[in-house]
């Protein structure tokens, strides 16, 4: 099996390709990415390109031949907003040269798109899913949802076998957290594992969804070998902050607990910190499941970061 | 005032241009469009600028101080789907360059979008309207879409002030028609007219929504200078080709009506003939009005071409 990862040195795509290698039927792994190749993925399967994805890179590669693609790489959505021009090359342009190389492909490759639930805008809807009328409020958010159209287009086409996978904010991103309007999510995990203070910038009734890296790579995997179309929103928990707190507490001592304080920023809380629930059972039947429990959640999301 | 018209020389844009020039406020007007300067529009206040629509060209004009914009150049729909590479740069890339270019205005102009009625892809609900979920299901009504969300951002973002209308197909484009699913309504009315024989690739009772250019001009005008943002779906008659028939037995004589024969194909029929009732009671109360009768329909359609 060849493979074709974008943003593989990143928080996602680096875990992705860790578990990529421990697959004795994968041959072959290109990996795109603004960084040098990490040491630990010096594997003689991986050819790896440091640079950005544009279409002069993509020309020089040739003729495409994966089976699969999984395109990770993207400019996060609070640097997308303040650098709309970039945030277009990059989270738009790039995708779009992307998915038209690929189309080229000899053999139609199943392409596995990182989106995001920024697709939905403002989330006051009673219960969200994959139905949910998209209505992006943000750069970030309107240059992901014209790639799911892109993609289903060739799709529709015939050219690529294509998904697009709405990830929630994913946990718990290595520290310095930035780019991300979700951070206080990782921060506040890191911070009661530290057993330092935490000042939570939502209150602690927010409600936000909560996924682990390891689960999002589960579902990056099993997207990838599937062969269901279209959009999926991924599973997560749906739980209030003071509900991660007590699962904190549960792990490292009731004192932790006290570490946190709330002084909520509303601007911060409407955006994202009143998730609705979601209904992901269409998900849910296809095998896409979310970590399962706050301690199972806690226990993936604070594991070593060594990728 | 200053305005900037894409498409100029174009079936829709020739007729904006002559409303425009009729306008004493109108102070200047770019012209942009693959063709040349069309004799007729020569007037000390147009600049007319002939080549593709392209960040070169865009850059070459400096920065924008444009009270409206009319963004009106595309390849066409059946084009487009043949030469997606070709559709992507002019229908996607180009209105991309373009909204970022005016992004970057002194003062906050005016953008009026041609959409299309493209980006609903299959008509198979009860009614339509500017509410309906758009899922385009050709590469053209993918672009459309995609063009309308990046204008909703920058139009967030405070830079643009947009509106996307959304056009059904225009009767009656000058012969020949080529590079529309939708020619058969144009060369319906110019057979008849012209008293030539007329085989029919959709059914009697095949229904479409009907718009005169005169019609779609002055959609644009209006869109122009009203304050509304986001999506509008122009009002169109909702006729059936029979209905059409008769109405040109009326202006022609009934003789005429016999010159049609019904060879229907179930592929045309099926995306271009089964419309259903539209939904525009909101663009009706802000004063966009379809021709009103089958006799204004005609007599607006078939007016002497000569932009």
Known sequence: MRILVTGAAGFIG???LRRLLADATVAE?????????PSWSSDPRVRWISGALDAAVLARLGRPSFDRVFHLASVPGARAE????????VNLDASLDLLQWLAGSAHRPRVVYASSIAVYGPLD?????ARTEPRPATTYGAHKRMVEIALADHTRR??????????????????????FGSAFMSELLHALAAGERYVC???????????SRTAVVDHLVLAGAAEICGVLQLPALHLSVAGVVEGLGQMFGAERTRLVTYDPDERIEAVFGRYPPLDTRAELALGFHHDGSVAALLSHALAAHDG
């Open 82 to 89: 303040a650098e709309p021009v970039l945030g277009r090359r």
């Open 158 to 179: 015939g050219e690529l076998s294509g998904v697009s996978l709405r990830l929630p904010g994913i946990v718990a991103r290595p520290r310095p957290v930035s780019g």
């Open 125 to 129: 809807a009673a219960v969200v899913s």
């Open 14 to 16: 680096g875990a992705l």
């Open 29 to 37: 792994i290109t990996a795109i990415d603004l960084a040098a190749q």
């Open 201 to 211: 910038p939502v209150s602690a009734a927010a409600t936000c969804w909560w996924l």
